[in-house]
Structure formats: structure tokens, C-alpha cells
């Protein structure tokens, strides 16, 4: 990636989500959400791996709104999160979903995060994928776009290989570059993106992303990516 391309998506990429919390929080006291039984455990391709997809937001904490139609982020990102649990465990994964329903662990944003990541922990999660929807001050910026932790060779590599299957899956007006990003969802020692799955501040990429048709077609993108992020891996 060449620099100034790097300092121009910093100024691009982008603010749905108020993730971005470094310092630790208390452990709140909610029930852990548990993984399913992969349906292909034992012959997929993705057998013995455990997954935690992670719905960004949910309760009181909506994300951003979609311009137009008004939609929380927090709605999309959960009918997306459940798109690609289902996706992971026609390939044999383990998903540890931690949320399947509007729900928050804590109105304190740091708690809730802790709590998320506590249930990748208690999982023994391999790998943490985080769902959100995009947005901008300005209504023309489109296009998918999947961060990691800056210094985490692992999680980058899965970045890009997620971009590059969103891109080939999605065919999006706006082809975006994986990229560093300091989110407190990516602070496992594991491989973890954040996806933002395109802006809903742009009204054409909304109107997509209402779709349950174009979200399985998001969730089959990130799908693509982390298959190939195991094969490069093996
Ligand atoms: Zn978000």
C-alpha cells in the first residue's frame, strides 16, 4: 500500500463505530452465548476451527443510520452476522455468535466489547470476525472495506484476503484496501478483522444492503476470504 494512499483512507475509514477503545473494562455478568454444533464438524473445510462472529452494536447502541431509509446499523449488521453464521457452519466451523438478538452486555461501550471478547476467549475462539455497516459525512463514499490490527501479520493477511473475495463477490463501484485500524474488537492475539460491509450513507449501497439477497452475497465474500485465508495458512 502506498502511503499517501494510506493517509487518504485514514481520512476516509471511518467512524460507524465507537470501537475504537483501547483501555480495559470490568467484566460484566451476562450469560455467554454458546456455539452451535457445526453441521459439517467433522468433513469441512473449516472443521475444528472456532469462528466468534461479532454483531457490532445492538440495544441502546445503534451505530449509524442509514440516510435514507432510517435503518439502526445495528439491525444490518445482525441479519448479516447471521448470514455468514450459517454460512460457517455449512463449512464445518464452530460460530460462537455474541449476539442473536438486539441485545447490548452494557450501555458502557468498553464493557460491552470486554464482553464480547471474553466470549471468543471462553470458546477458545481461533479467529474473530466483526460485523458493522459504514458511514460518511458525505453521501458519495461506497464500498466494503475490512480492517485489522496494525502489527498482527495473521490478521492482515485474513484482511486482505476478505477484501479481495468482497470485492470479486460484491463487485462494488468502489474498489477499497484492507487496512490498519485500531479497534478494541482486534485486540485478541488471534486472527481478527472488522468489517465494514459497505456505507449506508450511500443511498444506492443502502438500498443493497436492506436486501437479505445482498448480504448473503456479503456474508459469501467473507466466507471466500476466510477459506482462503486457511488454505494460504496450511
Ligand atoms: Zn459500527
Not at 123 to 152: K, L
Not at 188 to 215: D, H, K, M, Q
Request: with cysteine; proline share 4%.
Amino acid at each position: 500500500m502506498k502511503k499517501k494512499l494510506i493517509g487518504r483512507l485514514s481520512v476516509l475509514g471511518i467512524f460507524c463505530c465507537c470501537a475504537a477503545l483501547l483501555a480495559a473494562a470490568p467484566r460484566p455478568a451476562q450469560p455467554a452465548v454458546h456455539a452451535r454444533p457445526a453441521q459439517n464438524a467433522e468433513t469441512g473445510p473449516l472443521a475444528g476451527r472456532v469462528i466468534l462472529v461479532d454483531a457490532g452494536h445492538g440495544g441502546t447502541d445503534g451505530g449509524a443510520r442509514a440516510k435514507d431509509s432510517g435503518v439502526w446499523e445495528k439491525e444490518l449488521n445482525l441479519q448479516t452476522a447471521l448470514a455468514l453464521e450459517n454460512l460457517l457452519e455449512a463449512e464445518g466451523a464452530a460460530v460462537i455468535m455474541t449476539r442473536e438478538t438486539d441485545m447490548q452486555y452494557s450501555e458502557n461501550k468498553r464493557t460491552d466489547l470486554t464482553a464480547r471478547l471474553d466470549l471468543a476467549r471462553e470458546g477458545g475462539a481461533d479467529m474473530v470476525v466483526s460485523i458493522h455497516m459504514n458511514e460518511y459525512r458525505t453521501r458519495r463514499e461506497s464500498g466494503p472495506q475490512v480492517f485489522y490490527r496494525a502489527g498482527q501479520e495473521d490478521s492482515r493477511l485474513l484482511a486482505g484476503c476478505i477484501q479481495a473475495a468482497m470485492i470479486s463477490e460484491l463487485k462494488p463501484a468502489k474498489e477499497r484496501t484492507a487496512m490498519a485500524g485500531d479497534y478494541f474488537i482486534l485486540s485478541l492475539n488471534i486472527p481478527s478483522v472488522l468489517v465494514e460491509c459497505g456505507f449506508i450513507s450511500n443511498s444506492a449501497e443502502e438500498a443493497l444492503l436492506r436486501t437479505p439477497e445482498y448480504r448473503e452475497k456479503v456474508a459469501q465474500g467473507i466466507l471466500d476470504g476466510i477459506l482462503e485465508y486457511y488454505t494460504l495458512k496450511e
